[in-house]
């Protein structure tokens, strides 16, 4: 009996343990930078925009799935996107990233022009500056197990260990300039320049260096930390593609593969390796598992199913475990997949018009004026997002409502082209029958 209620007592304390795990706390959304959250599904249907707003230089996903953004200013939102708080005393901000109990929002500030000054320590309930410490402003501060956060100072070619508090514990030069660093659950740091791959214990004693030129290293993305350990890093697409490395430096495998965009991990051990025409499924031994053609990738996102959501010029993208494409969604604001959140949300960011995106599985749309809806088949509405005009070619008559059910316009079957230069920014809900697709203007 005691042996069962011990047991009840541990299940609970590591329920509770999962329960608090946050969305997407740093980049990459974790120390082995394997891109992948363990907790969140996103959307599996064909999805649409939820909500924008204006974008930064970064962002992080806390308690609650509040955001917290680091750019020209430094603030945070709620879920739905509604402002939270804003700070008035950081600008040109940059790296964030929320700790393990979620007690603190780092960041640090630039000239605007990519140098990095300080670092700051915000409360994540108001933005209040819990600590400021100079001349500490560093590239994607990132967090060990053990509350340890690693950060990289381009000034002056450093990698940076702090504790909890912000204050020094080591630092080390860096051999060439810096392209990225992870941690393994050992608490080994792996740093990529573009001389070396360099490994370091947590006291910052060096354990091996592997100069690029003699394994072909791309020096182009972060290492990924296999739970075995395993170190894989992008290669040269001329000559090796992707390299493994075992813990002690020794080279595993190496494969080619074509392009290089990023790399991400999943559950079972299989890489996703975004190139610029081929996403590559590569088994933990090196062996292709698949390969899909790709037209130029961005960054990625895998949910707890192992899918993958990434971007190529035409817009968003999903695939499935097997390469099976589930959904495709027309994107022409150069946007890329950045973080997860609850409800099946993903988060991406646009270079194109410098906004943050919340997209979100559709569920079909219903209001006091019109019943559910079905995925559209038989019409299409081109752009989306969209600023002036919008183009609606329909099959039969469709109807235009606001996102609380007000009919903004009624349209007979056919072509038109709308202008909407009176319509307040926000989404729309396109109706035709049964079938419905929503449409989001921006300025």
Not at 156 to 181: E, I, P, Q
Not at 205 to 218: A, H, P
Request: aromatic letters at 14%; hydrophobic letters at 30%; proline letters at 3%.
């Amino acid at each position: 009996m005691k042996h069962i209620i011990l047991t009840i007592i541990l299940i609970l304390a590591l329920s509770y343990l999962y329960s608090e795990e946050f969305s997407w706390p740093q980049y990459r959304h974790d120390a082995q930078r394997t891109g992948r959250s363990d907790m969140n599904e996103g959307p599996q249907k064909k999805p649409y925009v939820a909500w924008w707003n204006s974008y930064v230089n970064g962002f992080v996903i806390g308690k609650d799935d509040n955001i917290f953004l680091a750019g020209s200013e430094t603030y945070s939102m709620d879920k739905n996107g509604n402002q939270r708080w804003r700070s008035a005393d950081v600008q040109n901000s940059y790296s964030p990233m929320i700790n393990k109990d979620g007690t603190k929002f780092w960041v640090c500030d630039t000239d605007g022009y990519g140098d990095l000054y300080d670092l700051y320590i915000l409360n994540p309930s108001n933005g209040a500056i819990i600590k400021r410490i100079p001349n500490r402003g560093c590239d994607n501060y990132v967090e060990d197990k053990d509350g340890f956060v690693y950060g990289v100072s381009w000034k002056d070619s450093l990698l940076y260990k702090f504790d909890a508090d912000g204050n020094d514990v080591w630092n080390r030069k860096l051999k060439g300039f810096w392209r990225g660093h992870s941690i393994s659950q050992t608490g080994d740091i792996y740093v990529l320049t573009t001389l070396t791959i360099t490994c370091y214990d947590s006291s910052g004693t060096e354990k091996w260096s592997k100069e690029g030129n003699s394994i072909n290293i791309r020096y182009y993305d972060y290492p990924v930390i296999a739970p075995d350990g395993t170190i894989y890093v992008m290669g040269s697409p001329q000559t090796v593609g992707l390299i493994a490395f075992n813990q002690d430096g020794t080279e595993k495998w190496a494969t080619k593969t074509i392009g290089g965009w990023s790399l991400g991990l999943t559950s079972d051990g299989t890489i996703y390796y975004l190139g610029e025409y081929y996403v590559n499924a590569i088994n933990p031994d090196g062996s292709i598992k698949w390969v899909k053609n790709l037209d130029i990738g961005g960054s990625m996102v895998i949910d707890s199913n192992d899918y993958l959501y990434s971007r190529d010029k035409r817009g968003f993208f999903c695939f499935d475990t097997n390469g099976n494409e589930l959904w495709k969604f027309s994107f022409d604001k150069n946007g890329n997949i950045y973080a997860l959140g609850t409800n099946k949300t993903l988060y991406a960011y646009s270079t194109g018009d410098d906004r943050i995106y919340a997209i979100k599985e559709d569920t079909g749309f219903s209001s006091s004026n019109s019943s559910s809806c079905l995925p559209d088949k038989h019409f299409s509405i081109s752009p989306n997002p969209f600023t002036g005009r919008l183009s609606i070619s329909s099959s039969s008559s469709a109807s235009i409502y606001s996102l609380t059910g007000q009919l903004i316009m009624e349209l007979p079957k056919g072509k038109h082209s709308l202008d909407t230069s009176k319509w307040r920014e926000g989404v729309y809900i396109v109706k035709s029958g049964k079938e419905c697709k929503r449409v989001v203007k921006v300025k």
